[in-house]
């Protein structure tokens, strides 16, 4: 969402998004837009696109707070490897590393499975739930900041669990938990 956003659509180039066994490469044409890359991750805003921007932060594809290279950045916290980040002068490009790896060496090792990200959304549910109990006025974005997630993971968490329901309208909202009726 950040190249569709931020792309300089006067190249005649394309947003490319590569995928290889040990990273991902986004390529995006234009460079950082005004601003240095390291102001940008000190949180400066800035917009190539701002009708791109607000449609996209209406629709609820992206928080528009300025986060999401910093959010990169910190996702590679915990592992030995670090996104590259290249502000290059007629294109950005980000190398992710892929933190689960394949493995073409035939030694074998364990990449994350499914289940295991199935653990990460099914503990993600129950902390909004725990947070909606203990605030049902709770907003999306506070949800987002507390949680550390983006705004369109919490949306499509809340939009996706039946038991999660949004009473009301804008000014006198609130959540509800539906309970699952037991069976006898």
Known sequence: MNAICHADYSFPSNI???FFPTHCRISNPGSIYK???EEILAGQQSFRNPGVVRILHMLGFIENYGSGLPRI???YNKSTSKAELLN????FIVNLPNLNPIDTTGLGFEPQNESQNELQKDELQKSII???KGNPKITRKE???????SMST???????NPNIKYVGSSKNSHWEIVEKEKKD
């Open 16 to 18: 490319k998004i590569e």
């Open 35 to 37: 601003y240095t890359l």
């Open 73 to 75: 950045i910190g996702a």
């Open 88 to 91: 290059m002068e007629h294109c």
């Open 130 to 132: 725990e947070l909606i």
């Open 143 to 149: 949800m987002s900041t507390i949680l550390g997630k």
């Open 154 to 160: 919490i949306f499509r968490i809340l939009k996706n």
